[in-house]
């Protein structure tokens, strides 16, 4: 999408503008929104006393003309175009590198050139010694060899042919060795060629701003901050548990793109947690007036002229809300910005990120955890036990969601995910299967009903085996969950039974959930039983009781 600011006519009082001065302005700080970025770009030059036009071009198309800011020292700041419909060409100065590998592919390109005609040139031998022979031998049939003397003639047609022969072996075996470098030349090509496109920077669609300026007489410095939707940044995080030691190390990073039509190069960089470009203040809900009526079949026995009524009069004396639904069939609305106070990352160092090239990871910090290391074991959705470590964000700050490796005594074992969590608030993370710790849930009494279950017209038995097999050579700590079913409703009654009995019940407000704690030793099994009844009313039918 295009955009056109224009100036007002009159900028300052007195004389018109004397002067239009073009200038650049450099990228210095950036401060990156999980979606978005805010840019400060600065332009210092010597400015004379006096009113002039100060043309600053290559400002990218994303640019949102309504964020444009513009303040400066040395000068007063007066109306400001944003041109990208007609925009005055920008003429920014060469670097001294982006030069060097200008002629740099130039040479190439030479060397190159002279190369291939190098190689043509003795090929043209050889083919024109083929072209003799051909030439020799048409002339040795043609008729008019019958009258002159064979053997003289023979004689100098061979020493011709011999001769061409000759030549075009010759010539193939210089061409061959000629163009033994061209694959040289080409790759060393191929490389300047990369290296002057990244020096260029992106190609895109650029705009100016027009600035009306008052001088001083004095070094003025220009600040342009603008916003641009065309970046983001996100958390990764490593987590490595060192299992034997007892030790887990959160290790934070910051993945960063930006995709703005201009490279960024040696700017100071922030990363913000707050969300300027959504929705800032609460929905607004509006008035809902729901009405009875009469049931459909009366309706429907009415002739169609006071239905009409009916609904013009509704229409009239009432607002109903409209409901959008999503795909789920659920009222959408729009997301809210992350609850609480921003946070704000200052990298200490300057960041070069270009344009559209690069996902550029940087290191935060490290944190030494303190993790409890439990097997844990669900054996109604797995087969085996998997790593689990329990842990508290001791880091004091809160950790976002994002992106995360896990490592198990240096091996990668997983990829996954954390969630929001608060300085002080519990984590719990997997590190991988114990694949030696093997679990099953049986159903021992196939034969009275289906898979263990025995089920009437109002009741429903299930009897269940959790079995958990240490094929390990060392003891492990112990922690199984499975679940029961709940009751929300007077008439449905459930029973349940568990031996051993379970160590904890509904655990953080899990409705249902069973929880042992123990520990398992090397070659040993253990067997949970978990019977349960659900009973419920005659005529009444039993729904969603199935896993």
């Known amino acids: 999408m295009r955009h056109l600011l224009l100036s007002t006519a009159i900028l300052f009082a007195g004389p018109a503008l004397a002067d239009r001065i073009e200038t650049t302005a450099r990228v210095t700080d950036v401060t990156v929104y999980p979606w978005g970025a805010g840019v400060t770009r600065e332009a210092a030059l010597d400015l004379p006393a006096g009113a002039h036009e100060l043309v600053i071009p290559g400002i990218p198309e994303g ?37 060097a590998a200008e002629d740099r592919v130039r040479q190439l390109k030479s060397e190159l050139s002279a190369h291939a005609s190098r190689v043509a040139g003795i090929k043209a031998q050889g083919e024109a010694a083929e072209d003799l022979i051909e030439f020799l031998m048409k002339l040795a049939e043609s008729d008019g060899m019958a009258g002159n003397d064979i053997a003289a003639l023979s004689g100098t047609v061979g020493q011709q042919l011999l001769q061409a022969r000759q030549t075009a072996i010759r010539a193939e075996a210089e061409a061959e060795a000629a163009d033994q470098g061209r694959e040289d030349l080409e ?250 710790i093997k679990l099953e849930h049986r159903t021992p009494d196939e034969t009275e009903g289906a898979r263990g279950l025995i089920s009437k017209s109002s009741e429903r038995q299930e009897v269940a085996e959790l079995r958990i097999r240490n094929l390990t050579a060392e003891e492990w700590p112990l922690r199984v969950i499975d679940r029961v079913p709940v009751s929300t409703q007077k008439d449905l009654r459930i029973d349940w039974r568990a031996d051993p009995a379970p160590d904890a019940t509904d655990p953080d407000g899990k409705r249902g959930l069973l929880v042992w704690n123990r520990s398992i030793a090397a070659g040993e099994e253990q067997v949970i039983t978990l019977s349960t009844t659900l009973r419920w009313p005659e005529g009444q039918m039993l729904v969603g009781a199935d896993d």
């Open 187 to 436: 790759e060393r090509l191929e490389t300047a060629e990369a290296r002057l496109e990244a020096l260029r920077g992106p190609e895109s669609a650029r705009g100016a701003l027009v600035v009306a300026v008052q001088g001083q007489g004095q070094p003025a410095r220009i600040r342009i901050t603008s916003l641009t939707g065309d970046a983001s940044w996100q958390p990764v995080y490593d987590l490595s548990l060192a299992r034997k030691e007892s030790k887990l190390r959160l290790d934070r990073g910051l993945l960063v793109r930006q995709n703005t039509g201009e490279d960024w190069s040696g700017v100071h960089l922030l990363l913000s947690t707050a969300r300027p470009m959504d929705q800032s203040a609460p929905s607004e809900l509006q008035p809902q007036f729901p009405r009875i009526g009469e049931n459909e079949a009366r309706l429907y026995s009415r002739s169609a002229a006071p239905m009409a009524e009916a609904a013009m009069d509704s229409a009239e004396r009432y607002e109903v809300e409209s409901v959008v639904l999503d795909e789920s069939g659920v009222a959408g609305s729009a997301l809210a910005g992350v609850v609480g106070e921003t946070v704000v990352y200052d990298y200490p160092t300057p960041v070069t990120l270009r344009d559209g090239a690069d996902a550029l990871r940087l290191p935060l910090d490290s944190h030494e955890l303190t993790p409890e290391v439990v097997a844990e074991a669900v054996p109604r959705r797995d087969d085996t036990a998997y790593l689990v470590a329990d842990t508290v964000n001791s880091t004091g700050a809160v950790i976002l969601p994002g992106s995360a490796s896990f490592y198990a005594d240096g091996a990668l074992v997983g990829r996954g995910g954390l969630e929001l969590t608060a300085a002080g608030d519990k984590m719990k993370l997997g590190f991988g299967p114990l694949t030696g």
């Open 63 to 99: 640019v949102a003309p309504e964020s444009l800011r513009i303040s400066g020292e040395g000068a007063v700041i007066g109306a400001v175009g944003f041109q990208q419909e007609r925009a005055l060409p920008e003429t920014p100065a060469k670097s001294p590198e982006l030069a």
